[in-house]
Each structure stands twice: as C-alpha cells, then as structure tokens.
C-alpha cells in the first residue's frame, strides 16, 4: 500500500543535543509537509516543500530546519532542542500544493526531551 | 485573523447512539472547511470537505458535516457510532492558496 512512514515513531533525546526525524512516502507527491502538534493542541504548519521550493512559516523557529533530498524523503533537523520542543511532529504529503488537495498523513513521531 | 473553535475537548458516546461534533470558525472570506480524524497510533486522515454547493458534504465512514454560514459553524455528525469511530477528530479551515489550519481536536470515546 502507498503510504506516509514516519521513523522512529518514539524519539528521546536530551535537552540541546541535535535531533533528526525522517519521513518517507511511496505516493511519489510533490508536497511534503511538517506539523508540530503539542499536546492537546491543534497541529502547527512548520514548513513544506512544493519539489524541492522550501516554504518556512513566518513563525518557526530558527532551531528547525528541514532537508528533502529526493522526491521520497524528507528531514526534520531540531538543531538544539529545548524542552518546549517536545511534541508529536506529523509529516504529511499531497500531490500538488494548496489545502484543497488532500494531505496524506503519518503515524508521527513524539519527541521527549531531556 | 482566521481561526478554528472546536468547543468539546472530549465527548462519550454509547455505541450505536447518533453523534455531533462541533466546530465554528472565524474567517473573512469564504472558508475552505475539512473533518480529519486521527485514531490512535494513526496519522490524520480526511473524512470530508466543504468547498462550495450543498452545503451537506457526505464523508467517508458513514459521516457527514452541515456547513451553516449563518452560524459560521461546519459541525460533523453520524446517525449511529461504532466503536471504531473512537479517535480525535479535527476541524481545520484552509487559508491563502496552500495552509490549513486546525482547530485542537474533540476527543470521542464510545462505550458499550
């Protein structure tokens, strides 16, 4: 089945040390998407790629970078997690930019800091 | 600025009873509104959408959602819950040409 994978889907680091989070997708989508989704709140639009075109939300914070080195991958890199980074982090894709396109969604990762 | 307002952070329902989530939302222009459901250990998936035309939207799993301009409110419903609807759901607006944002989830519990 095509599908959104997430890895891992439980992550423990400690506070300041750098972190990576992986997405891979076998919908062959244009669009990936990276949520942050904390509990009991609604998830958070972090940034997106239309191809390979970077899209950060104005609001991100500088410590969240992002990588897709190919169609099928995408990176999520917290270079210094902060014990308010902790949360769910949700990757998604669609086939073309825009909301009314459907976004296909993985299992997430939570991230516990230390 | 636009937002998204699930009142019911959780609700319990008896299997087989009829079921209404709510959501209301604030946006100048004409919204864009989507039900996703996340169950446990799953990602989001859609349930439906509204975009424009009848303003009841059938969904998948036998849900539906009535879209109220007057109210500002796009509240789903089902007629008779089975015990895999329990999840969390959420209501989400799309924004511009390329966001969704979403409102933070109700909770659904079914007992026997």
């Known amino acids: 089945d095509a599908m959104v994978i997430q890895n891992p889907r439980y992550q423990v680091t400690q506070f300041g040390k750098p972190v990576t989070l992986s997405c891979s997708q076998t919908l062959n989508h244009n669009v990936m998407y990276w949520y942050q989704q904390k509990s009991s709140q609604a998830p958070k639009l972090l940034f997106h790629?239309?191809?390979?075109?970077?899209?950060n939300e104005a609001d991100t914070p500088d410590n969240f970078q992002s990588r897709r080195p190919n169609t099928s991958f995408c990176f999520l890199d917290i270079r210094s997690p902060g014990l308010g980074d902790a949360a769910m982090y949700l990757c998604?894709?669609?086939?073309?930019?825009?909301?009314?396109?459907?976004?296909?969604f993985g299992p997430g990762t939570r991230l516990t800091v230390l | 600025a636009q937002s998204v307002t699930q009142p019911d952070i959780h609700i319990t329902v008896s299997e087989g009873a009829s079921l209404e989530l709510r959501c209301n939302y604030s946006?100048?222009?004409?919204?864009?509104l989507f039900w996703y459901v996340q169950s446990p250990g799953q990602g989001l998936q859609l349930l439906l959408k509204y975009f424009s035309g009848d303003t009841l939207v059938q969904g998948i799993k036998g849900f539906e959602a009535e879209f109220k301009r007057s109210q500002s409110s796009f509240n789903l419903r089902k007629p008779s819950v089975h015990w895999s609807d329990a999840a969390e759901y959420f209501c989400?607006?799309?924004?511009?040409?390329?966001?969704?944002?979403f409102g933070t989830g109700t909770r659904l519990t079914i007992i026997p």
């Open positions: 998604a894709t669609s086939s073309r930019a825009g909301f009314y396109n459907e976004q296909f």
């Open positions: 790629y239309y191809d390979k075109d970077f899209n």
């Open positions: 946006y100048g222009a004409t919204p864009y």
């Open positions: 989400a607006v799309g924004i511009g040409n390329e966001k969704l944002t």
